[in-house]
Nanobody, 125 residues
Framework: QVQLVESGGGLVQAGGSLRLSCTAS????????MAWFRQAPEKEREFVAA????????YSADSVKGRFTISRDNAKITVYLQMNSLKPADTAVYYC??????????????????WGQGTQVTLSS
């Protein structure tokens, strides 16, 4: 099992940038694909981006493509989400999640076995 802790959320103006971090515990981090999801009030959890265990492949939702970039540093057991050109619609709690590498690219929350507690991102217009 791997435990995940997100950080980096906050209040930012529309058009601004934030970088979220998700640090894992345990030595098996490099075996897992990782993803970011988000959940706005009264909405279902939404897939944002995923990265394979090696970091060699990434996949993003159309709503964030070209604005958000997922990356990872296995030596630092951390996955990142660089968010640029933020919009009010990006306001949500952002969660990182771990899955078996065979599930890389899945958008289904049920394919992820470990979740962080979430970090709030709020956009002001």
């Amino acid at each position: 099992q791997v435990q995940l802790v997100e950080s980096g959320g906050g209040l930012v103006q529309a058009g601004g940038s934030l970088r979220l971090s998700c640090t894992a515990s345990g030595r098996t981090f490099s075996r897992y694909s990782m993803a970011w999801f988000r959940q706005a009030p009264e909405k279902e959890r939404e897939f944002v981006a995923a990265i394979s265990s090696s970091g060699g492949a990434t996949y993003s939702a159309d709503s964030v493509k070209g604005r958000f970039t997922i990356s990872r540093d296995n030596a630092k057991i951390t996955v990142y989400l660089q968010m640029n050109s933020l919009k009010p619609a990006d306001t949500a709690v952002y969660y990182c999640a771990a899955a078996a590498d065979v599930n890389y690219g899945s958008r289904r929350p049920s394919d992820f076995f470990s979740w962080g507690q979430g970090t709030q991102v709020t956009l002001s217009s």
